[in-house]
């Protein structure tokens, strides 16, 4: 069974930094894209950051760029997006995905992430 | 950036009548592959998205098939045959050939 797993989430005030991980299963995790989607509380989807299977190509949105890095480990099956920065824009909850060309495919159950003083 | 611009932003629909959903993006989304990168997700109250159609047409395993996607260049729809009451939410499409990004999404509900 396809899964993803983030962690990481909680609760940094303004200018503060966050690690989320992104934990694989099911599937043989190189030959997959990841893309990290965040919804703020009661809005959208909003497309944050992409990384290639091979961890080769990465791309960020604009809302985000210069902030946010995102990284894989395929030994270990998982992703990382690396926030520094926050803002209290940023306050929402962070969904991984599986990617395959033009698409994602699977989802995982979010992590919450909650920039405030 | 590629703007995806969905409508209608609210849709009440009676049960077991048709509902349809509009995609419209700002540049083409035909990619140099010759795929046009148009994907439909479905988003249930506190769940996460679940995808319904990629590729403008193309349904998921396990979608029923009153669910149909058309359209090409920058003018997508969903379509609904006949509205169920496990439909309600909110729908967002998303295209995929100039990186991602999303519509505002549609909040179905039922009447």
């Known amino acids: 069974e396809v899964q993803v797993v983030e962690s990481g989430g909680g609760l940094v005030q303004p200018g503060g930094s966050l690690r989320l991980s992104c934990a694989a299963s099911g599937f043989i995790f190189s030959s997959y894209d990841i893309n990290w989607v965040r919804q703020a509380p009661g809005t959208g989807l909003e497309w944050v950051s992409y990384?290639?299977?091979?961890?080769?190509?990465?791309s960020f949105a604009d809302s985000v760029k210069g902030r946010f890095t995102i990284s894989r480990d395929n030994a270990r099956n998982s992703v990382y997006l690396q926030m520094n920065s926050l803002r209290a824009e940023d306050t929402a909850v962070y969904y991984c995905t599986r990617g395959q060309p033009g698409t994602i495919d699977y989802w995982g159950q979010g992590t919450l992430v909650t920039v405030s003083s | 950036d590629v703007v995806v611009t969905q409508s209608p932003r609210s849709l009440p629909v009676t049960l077991g009548q048709p509902a349809s959903i509009s995609c419209r993006s700002s540049?083409?989304?035909?990619?140099?592959?010759?795929?046009?990168?148009l994907n439909w997700f479905h988003q249930r109250p506190g769940q996460s998205p679940r995808r319904l159609i990629y590729?403008?047409?193309i349904r998921d395993s396990g979608v029923p098939d009153r669910f149909s996607g058309s359209g090409s260049g920058t003018d997508f729809t969903l379509k609904i045959s006949r509205v169920e009451a496990e439909d309600v939410g909110v729908y967002y499409c998303m295209q995929g050939t100039h990186w991602r990004s999303f519509g505002q999404g549609t909040k179905l509900e039922i009447k």
């Open positions: 540049l083409s989304l035909v990619h140099s592959d010759g795929n046009t990168y």
């Open positions: 990384i290639s299977d091979s961890g080769s190509v990465m």
């Open positions: 590729k403008v047409s």
